[in-house]
């Protein structure tokens, strides 16, 4: 299974790579977004922000992106110590996120890949991720576009769609 999941991630990262070692950082943040459901303001905003703060670019290498898919597979596991983070009404830091990664996979991500992050997801500039700003953009992209809704086969479907169909009537 790591083996198939290595072979996506290198052609999602070669799409990008074009034949080099790495990626500029606007594409890892484009790879990053491209299963989200953002809107093109939205999506234009990260992208901006991103090239607003990143003042030399470094790249990301295939590894620094394979370590990151890695973590995005343990996904779940960050997003509860992030939840405590948000009952305390406090954001991240990157020495935290740093040290949650390191928990949840067991290995750790390059400071750049971390400041890449931040640069892409901290919205206010504060320094800091909120639950909001990180996590519920990762999981979309975690899903890779198939999420599904709980609506779509059975009974619950049926009933969904015939309400669906009524408003539509109705409205005629």
Do not use: P
């Not at 992050?117 to 996590?135: K, T």
């Amino acid at each position: 299974m790591d083996n198939l999941q290595t072979e996506v991630l290198e052609l999602e990262f070669n799409e990008f790579s074009k034949g080099n070692v790495a990626i500029t950082e606007n594409d890892f943040a484009k790879i990053l977004l491209r299963y989200t459901y953002l809107n093109a303001e939205e999506y234009d905003a990260y992208l901006e922000r991103l090239m607003d703060r990143v003042k030399v670019e470094r790249g990301i290498t295939f590894e620094e992106f394979r370590d990151f898919c890695r973590f995005l597979n343990n996904l779940e596991d960050f997003a509860i110590a992030m939840r405590m983070y948000t009952l305390a009404d406090r954001a991240i830091s990157q020495s935290e996120f740093s040290r949650a990664v390191k928990i949840c996979t067991g290995f750790s991500l390059s400071k750049h890949l971390i400041d890449t992050v931040f640069a892409i997801f901290d919205d206010n500039g504060d320094g800091m991720l909120s639950y909001r700003e990180f996590i519920a953009i990762m999981k979309d992209r975690v899903h890779r576009g198939f999420k599904s809704s709980a609506k779509s086969e059975g009974w619950d479907a049926f009933r969904h769609c015939m309400k669906h169909e009524m408003k539509q009537t109705q409205s005629k």
